[in-house]
Nanobody, 127 residues
Framework: QVQLVESGGGLVQPGGSLRLSCAASGRTFSSGTMGWFRQAPGKEREFVAVFRWSGGGAHYADAVRGRFTISRDSAKNTVFLQMNSLKPEDSAVYYC????????????????????WGQGTQVTVSS
């Protein structure tokens, strides 16, 4: 059984930082795609950042580029999302997503192209 388990969410003040982790078990995504989406109340789930293994590299939404950094530990089948300079509009439930294959660039932005999802972790940015 494949599981994606997120951790690291919480409450932080504007300008603060958080680091999210997503540990995968039951399947190795070392040649696939892993990353993060988020969903705020009343809004659709949106792309945040993903990492494509096997030379595909990291990709970011415009809203987070320069503030968020995605990284991975292949040996541990884990991805991380370092979030700096957080803003109130970053508040959302953050979901880890994974797909067995290395998605082509045009497909990484849509949640429907990912076959595996975590349960989500809440990030709240507020003073």
């Amino acid at each position: 059984q494949v599981q994606l388990v997120e951790s690291g969410g919480g409450l932080v003040q504007p300008g603060g930082s958080l680091r999210l982790s997503c540990a995968a078990s039951g399947r190795t995504f070392s040649s696939g795609t892993m990353g993060w989406f988020r969903q705020a109340p009343g809004k659709e789930r949106e792309f945040v950042a993903v990492f494509r293994w096997s030379g595909g590299g990291a990709h970011y939404a415009d809203a987070v580029r320069g503030r968020f950094t995605i990284s991975r530990d292949s040996a541990k089948n884990t991805v991380f999302l370092q979030m700096n300079s957080l803003k109130p509009e970053d508040s959302a439930v953050y979901y880890c997503a994974a797909e067995d294959s290395r998605l082509i660039l045009s497909r990484i932005w849509a949640a429907e192209n990912y076959g595996y999802w975590g349960q989500g972790t809440q990030v709240t940015v507020s003073s």
